[in-house]
């Protein structure tokens, strides 16, 4: 690592810009303290230009949300030859697509939900499917957008029909599957502990349970039987390899399990950026199997290519 120079990426123009600069700083901290020369890169729409005149020797991917994670900023990094951390372009386009994910892991034996494709002016007072059910953006992160339709609720969310809505039309609409929220990493060929998080709030494992100290609850490792243990590492270790991705990945799950000792486990979907904040889970699971947040970065950095 000896002189290497590593530009970190972070901060952007769209929703997640706030956890995208708290993950890029820690990130950057700890790679300095690791023996890196570190160039913080508050990236803005002439990032290729800036990467050109840094020429740094690796760039440190730490955007979360569209750009950072769909392969736009990879496609720009490949055409510049930068070696650079998480997914490649295919991989981190198809994977923030939440709709072309679900097919690719259900083509290799991932377990996901069935949904539906629809238009939020299109939906009206008439539910799309039957409660309860969730509607979401298909590429956004950080739970932006989410909305979780009740079996009371009498009608789809008004909000859907706001001038206030700042997301895309086009929405899929998944059905509701009660129980756990549980959360597996990938490190390169390995998948780390599971996590069973558990919301402080009344709500679900939103924006402010994600990234507000306190909003959340990690249990690690969680409290699972030692069949469905596996299974959960297993099935993320499936998704990261079926969707291509490289270096570091997180798959979200619900687990509903029953009375009678039957379940239901269910893929929600892949990070192909995870949140490398101080609530953030990844680190927490890499923690867990006696990796430093410094060793975590450093080993993203050294895994970093092109081609990926």
């Known amino acids: 690592m000896a002189g290497k120079h590593v530009a970190v990426l972070m901060g952007g123009w769209v929703n997640e810009r706030p956890v995208s600069l708290s993950s890029g700083n820690a990130c950057a901290t700890a790679l300095e303290e690791a023996g890196y020369r570190v160039t913080r890169v508050d990236v803005d729409r002439d990032v290729s230009a800036v990467l050109k005149a840094l020429k740094p020797d690796v760039a440190f991917n730490a955007l ?42 259900a083509a290799a034996g991932v377990k996901v939900t069935d949904h539906l494709i ?16 969730v509607i979401k953006p298909i590429n956004e992160g950080s739970s932006f957008g989410v909305l ?59 924006y402010d349970a994600k990234y507000a100290k306190g909003g959340s609850k990690h249990i690690l490792p ?29 798959a979200d799950f619900r687990f509903d399990e029953r ?6 486990l269910i893929c929600l979907e892949v990070n192909t950026q995870p949140g490398m904040t101080p609530t953030s889970l990844v680190p927490e699971m890499a923690a867990h199997e006696g990796l430093s947040f410094q060793d975590l970065v450093s080993w993203m950095v050294e895994d970093a290519s092109c081609c990926r």
């Open 118 to 133: 629809v238009n939020r002016f299109e939906i009206g007072n008439q539910h799309p499917m039957k409660p309860p059910y």
């Open 222 to 250: 969680a409290k699972l039987s030692p069949i469905v243990y596996q299974e959960v590492q297993t099935l993320a270790l499936k998704a990261h390899q079926a969707l291509g991705c490289r270096g570091v990945s997180r």
């Open 259 to 264: 009375e009678d000792g039957s379940y239901e």
């Open 64 to 105: 979360h949300g569209p750009f950072g994670e769909d392969g736009c900023i990879q496609g720009i990094l490949e055409f510049l030859e930068i070696p650079y951390t998480h997914s490649g372009v295919m991989a981190s386009s198809v994977a923030m697509n939440k709709i072309k994910a679900k097919a690719v892991m």
């Open 148 to 206: 979780i339709v009740k079996d009371d609720n009498p009608y789809p969310p008004q909000e859907l029909t706001s001038e206030e809505w700042r997301y895309p039309d086009v929405l899929m609409c998944e059905r509701y599957i009660s129980g756990r929220e549980l959360t597996c990493g990938v490190m390169g060929d390995r998948a780390l502990g599971i996590i069973d998080i558990i919301p402080t709030g009344p709500g679900f494992y939103d």
